[in-house]
């Protein structure tokens, strides 16, 4: 089923200048990219962003570590996205990392695992909506 998913590269990963990389993983694969862009979000959009998580312990540091610096959202477009993206992934916990995974190859701890990726269509409606707006989803 074709779907849409989104997909941030998180301030570690850009700061660590590992974009180029992460979208060309996503562009080889033969994802469309419908929308990208690089952000500075405000404190708002990061508990917004993850207002799903509010109340748990690790909502604070999560809000302050993704307004810590730049990050690139996109909108990944292809046949089964959220789970093809997911695996490109890897594992939540870079400890359980594989290697050829996102995470598996550059994430250091769990806290700061350079990517996220919508977990289910919903989410990805939901989050998608938080960060672009409609027109700035390009069709081709």
């Known amino acids: 089923m074709l779907e849409q998913t989104l997909v941030l590269i998180k301030p570690d990963g850009v700061q660590r200048k590992l974009m180029g990389e992460i979208i060309s993983r996503f562009d080889r694969?033969?994802?469309?990219?419908r929308a990208m862009k690089l952000m500075r979000w405000s404190k708002?959009?990061?508990?917004?962003?993850?207002?799903?998580h509010k109340g748990k312990e690790f909502f604070k540091p999560l809000v302050e570590f993704m307004t810590s610096g730049p990050v690139v959202a996109m909108v990944?477009?292809?046949?089964d996205a959220i789970l093809i993206v997911r695996?490109?992934?890897?594992?939540?916990?870079?400890?359980?990392?594989?290697?050829g995974t996102i995470r598996g190859d550059?994430?250091?701890?769990?806290?700061?695992n350079i990517v996220h990726g919508s977990d289910s269509p919903a989410s990805a409606?939901?989050?998608?909506?938080?960060?672009f707006?409609?027109?700035?989803?390009v069709k081709y």
Request: positive net charge; proline residues 6%; hydrophobic residues 35%.
């Open 29 to 33: 694969k033969g994802f469309r990219i």
């Open 44 to 52: 708002n959009t990061a508990e917004q962003f993850y207002s799903v």
């Open 76 to 79: 990944l477009e292809a046949e």
């Open 87 to 99: 695996k490109m992934m890897g594992e939540l916990d870079p400890k359980n990392g594989i290697p």
């Open 106 to 112: 550059y994430a250091l701890d769990i806290r700061r």
């Open 125 to 131: 409606k939901r989050e998608i909506s938080v960060l």
């Open 133 to 137: 707006k409609p027109q700035e989803l």
